[in-house]
C-alpha cells in the first residue's frame, strides 16, 4: 500500500422581508432558497461526474444534480488536494478526471447550475490537483511527477502552454496539491514521498522556472496548504498517519519564491492531518484529521504564528458522519463543510466569532469514491 492510500485511507422589499423572518413558511423557503452551491466529484472508474449541492443561507446543503465531465476516474482515494476547483470570479468549474487523463471546464451559471463546455488532455499521467489564477491553469501529474499549464479561452476552452510542462523535485515523490501564491507568481507543490515542497516562479509569459527551489518540510509528509493573505503559507503534516503526530508548519513565502520557516511543526494532537482551510480574513485555519474524525482550529496571527483553539486539538468531531477529507469555508466565512470518507458524507459547521465550530448538519449519500470540495 502507497504512502498516499495509508494516510489518505486514514486519514457539498423590506416590510416584506421584516414580515418574512416572522413567518415558518417563508422561513422553510428561506432555507431551501440557494446561497450559493458546494461542490464535489464522484471519481467513478466508469464515468466521472460532478455533484452539485445546493447551500442555504443556513448552511444546510441539498441535491442540485449530477452532472457528468465526460472523462473517468479511479474509483477509489487520490491522495489529493485541489481535484474540484472554481475560477477566481467562479465563473468555471475545473474537474481532473484521474482515470482518463484529462480535464473538464464547466461554466456556472447565476443560479450555480452547471455546463459542460470543453474537456483537455492533462498533459500528463494521473492528474490529481489544479491551481487557477485568472485564465492561468496548472495541473498536477502525480504519476508523472509533472505540472503542465493552460490558457483558459473566454469561451471556457484549456489550450496548452509550449513549454510549460516540468519536472518536480525528483520521481516518485508522491504529490498532493498544487496552487498559486496569492499574487501569481509562485506555484507551491507538496511532495509527500520526499518531505519537500517544491516552488516554482512563474514569469510574465506564465511559464515557470526551469526547476523548482526545493523547501525541506518542518514536519514529515507534507500533505495540504492554504495561503493566509499576508503570503504566509500553512501546511499540514500528516506525519506518515503516526497516531497522533500531525502537525501543522507556517512558512513566508518571499517575493522571490523562497520559503521561510516561520513556525515550525506545531502539533494538532490528532491524526493523519491531511487537509487544511483558512478563513478569508486569515485569522483562523482548521485541519480536517482523517483518522481521528476530528477538526482541529488554530488561531494564526499576522505574524503566522499558529495557536490552538483548543489544547487536545479537538475544536469540532466528525464523529458518526465518517473521516474527515476534503474542506472548504464560504467566502463570507461563516461556514465550514468537510467531505467525509468511510460514511460518504459532507458535514456543515457555523464558525463563531471565536473561531470555535458549531455542527449544523449532515449530508450523506455520496459515493465512496467521491474526491474534492469546491464552494460557491
Known amino acids: 500500500m502507497t504512502l498516499s492510500l495509508k ?142 499549464g493552460f490558457r483558459a479561452t473566454e469561451a471556457g476552452h484549456l489550450e496548452r502552454i509550449s513549454g510549460s510542462t516540468r519536472a518536480l523535485g525528483a520521481t516518485g515523490v508522491n504529490p498532493a496539491q498544487i496552487s498559486f501564491s496569492p499574487d501569481g507568481l509562485s506555484l507551491v507543490i507538496t511532495e509527500k514521498a520526499t518531505n519537500n515542497l517544491a516552488v516554482f516562479g512563474v514569469n510574465r509569459a506564465g511559464l515557470p522556472d526551469s526547476a523548482p527551489t526545493i523547501q525541506p518540510s518542518a514536519g514529515p509528509t507534507p500533505f495540504g496548504f492554504s495561503f493566509t493573505k499576508r503570503r504566509t503559507l500553512l501546511v499540514t503534516e500528516a506525519a506518515g498517519g503516526a497516531a497522533n503526530a500531525s502537525s501543522v508548519s507556517s512558512y513566508r513565502l518571499g517575493r522571490d519564491g523562497r520559503l521561510t520557516l516561520v513556525e515550525g511543526a506545531v502539533p494538532t494532537k490528532q491524526t493523519a492531518a491531511c487537509w487544511i482551510a483558512v478563513t478569508p480574513d486569515g485569522r483562523y485555519a482548521y485541519t480536517s484529521n482523517a483518522a481521528s474524525q476530528s477538526i482541529t482550529g488554530f488561531q494564526v496571527k499576522p505574524s503566522g504564528d499558529l495557536t490552538l483553539l483548543d489544547a487536545d486539538g479537538k475544536t469540532a468531531s466528525t464523529g458518526l458522519s465518517g473521516n474527515p477529507l476534503d474542506s472548504v469555508i464560504s467566502r463570507d466565512g461563516q461556514f465550514l463543510y468537510t467531505l467525509n470518507g468511510g460514511r460518504d458524507t459532507i458535514s456543515a459547521f457555523r464558525i463563531r466569532q471565536d473561531g470555535g465550530l458549531t455542527p449544523i448538519a449532515t449530508l450523506s449519500g455520496l459515493p465512496a469514491s467521491a474526491d474534492g470540495l469546491a464552494i460557491r
Open 7 to 148: 494516510v489518505t485511507g486514514l486519514c457539498i422589499a423590506a416590510l416584506a422581508a421584516i414580515s418574512a423572518i416572522s413567518s415558518p413558511a417563508s422561513a422553510e423557503a428561506e432555507r431551501e432558497r440557494s446561497h450559493g452551491a458546494v461542490y464535489t466529484m464522484s471519481n467513478a472508474s466508469e464515468g466521472n461526474a460532478v455533484l452539485a449541492f445546493r447551500r442555504a443561507a443556513t448552511g444546510e446543503l441539498t441535491p442540485a444534480g449530477s452532472f457528468p465531465t465526460g472523462g473517468r476516474g479511479t474509483g477509489g482515494g487520490l491522495g489529493n488536494i485541489g481535484g474540484v476547483v472554481l475560477s477566481q470570479d467562479q465563473h468555471w468549474l475545473y474537474v481532473v478526471n484521474a482515470g482518463s487523463n484529462d480535464i473538464t471546464v464547466f461554466a456556472v451559471d447565476d443560479d450555480d447550475r452547471l455546463t459542460r463546455v470543453s474537456k483537455a488532455a492533462s498533459g500528463g499521467d494521473h492528474p490529481i490537483s489544479i491551481a487557477v489564477d485568472d485564465d492561468l491553469v496548472y495541473i498536477l501529474n502525480a504519476n508523472s511527477d509533472s505540472i503542465t
